[in-house]
């Protein structure tokens, strides 16, 4: 009961408060009734202001005024409708959106000084009061097509598209290396920011919906593009961005420094209960070790704060900018300062120290130069400024690149941008390549789970115009 006056209490004080304990699930189901209520309550402090900047900054475009309005009224059913009309996954971006720097960052009610309306935090509420009452259902397409789609990765640009062509009758077969679909919303994002049985229930509803997923199959290794598209009408590449950019000093190859991806992957396959032989022998277990994680992204921000719920001795994180720079969302990087990470501003690795396995870093103390291409102040190294620290375990967090998809996939005529991502057409996101579309990640570079729903969307509606024309061609010749 004490624990309900405080939660009622900060609710009052702070009602942003609201979307951070809504997002953890387990509260969630404490506080079930209460929160029926209180999201009914946020959803009537939506002024229908007009002039919705929300919907704007929504890379969705989601609907957002009129599912307030119905939530407000307790029309949750309809609410949902209008909700998940132009999001594949809205559960799902209610959670883990930026919504700071997106929808609820553009609220005129934010803007004029009175917190924002909870806008994720209802669109999660809308979408699990659904799945409670049996609202969501497998796709029954009005009629069954004979065409074929391959779809290459099942993170949420392969998921959207998955989706959305399935409704029009499509065969669906989705390929992906990792042995359960979800890319990064599974084996990268960690369980405290979205819950595992969240993806886990979206994989099942594709699965009843006659979409074949076809796991631990890797595109490069276990075919290529071309034995796909022999299969398939049409195929979509949706493989996201996995090359990760490392620490190059001296050092840098003792043990116990491993990329991000290799640490997240480790944690969330033990959550979901799986054996994972590096995290049970403790290599990738940060449980009483000093932890220092390179980077100051979102995926640091993931690193540091899975590393104090493993129970580690201390976390660090080095970061060569200053705090105002962080690339990261704001909100997580005050979140792991609450959990007490210990931000390590202005510096970065000079070298590794240790007899094997890592011992400590050298850190170079920086400072902050002229602005750069991209507009950032660039940072210098101070001479003869240095510090250490100790460290028996240490993250790479710094950022993604794509792999080259030409060579992997023995494709070379597939054209790629100078960074590397699959040039498409902005409208369609078809490819050079007759057939071929390309979606998420792969076309943007590292982003965000919502602009990959969004890619995914517009690829099917792209691949959709284009089976059609096909057809249409074969019954005029017919
Ligand atoms: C640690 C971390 C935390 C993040 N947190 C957030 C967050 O809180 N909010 C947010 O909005 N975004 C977040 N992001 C970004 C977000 O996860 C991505 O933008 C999004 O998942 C991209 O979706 P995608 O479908 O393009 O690719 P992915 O989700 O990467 O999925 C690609 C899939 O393709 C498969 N694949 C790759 N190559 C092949 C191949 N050759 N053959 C077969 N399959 C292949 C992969 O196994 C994977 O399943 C985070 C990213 C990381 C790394
Ligand atoms: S999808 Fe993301 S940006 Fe759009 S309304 Fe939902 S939380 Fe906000």
Known sequence: MSKMLKFVDLIKETPEKFNSYVRKSNFSEIYKEFIDTKAKEQASRCSQCGTPFCQVHCPLQNNIPDWLKLTAEGRLKEAYEISSSTNSMPEVCGSICPQDRLCE???????????????????????????ENGWIE?????????QSVGIIGAGPAGIAAAMELRKEGYKITIYDRYDRAGGLLIYGIPNFKLDKSVVLRRTKLLKDSNIKIINNFEVGQDSTLKELKEKHDAILIA?????????DTPGSK??????????????????????????????????GKDVVVVGGGDTAMDCVRTAVRQKAKSVSCLYRRDKANMPGSAREVANAEEEGVNFIWLSSPKKFEGNEKVEKVVINKMRLGEPD????????????AEESLKADLVIEALGFEPEEIP??????ELEITKWGTIKTNLRTLKTN????????????????????????RDAAKGIS??????????????
């Open 433 to 456: 390549i007759k057939g071929v579309f390309a979606a998420g990640d792969i076309v943007r570079g590292a982003s965000l789970v919502v602009w990959a729903i969004r890619d995914g």
């Open 105 to 131: 960052g553009n609220c005129v009610i934010e803007q004029s000084g009175h917190g924002t309306v909870t806008i994720g935090a209802i669109e999660k509420f809308i979408t699990n009061t659904a799945w």
């Open 373 to 384: 291409s991209s507009g950032r102040q660039s940072p210098k190294i101070i001479e003869g």
């Open 407 to 412: 060579k992997l996939f023995n494709e070379p």
């Open 138 to 146: 497998p796709i029954k397409p009005l009629s069954e097509l004979n």
């Open 465 to 478: 115009e284009y089976l059609n024309n096909i057809s249409l061609k074969k019954t005029k010749v017919a």
């Open 239 to 247: 493989t996201g961005v996995y090359k990760a950019r490392q620490v």
């Open 254 to 287: 003792l043990k116990n420094i491993f990329p991000a991806m290799r640490f997240l992957t480790a944690s969330n396959k033990k959550g979901l209960g799986d054996k994972v032989k590096d995290f049970d022998d403790g290599t990738l277990n940060a449980e």
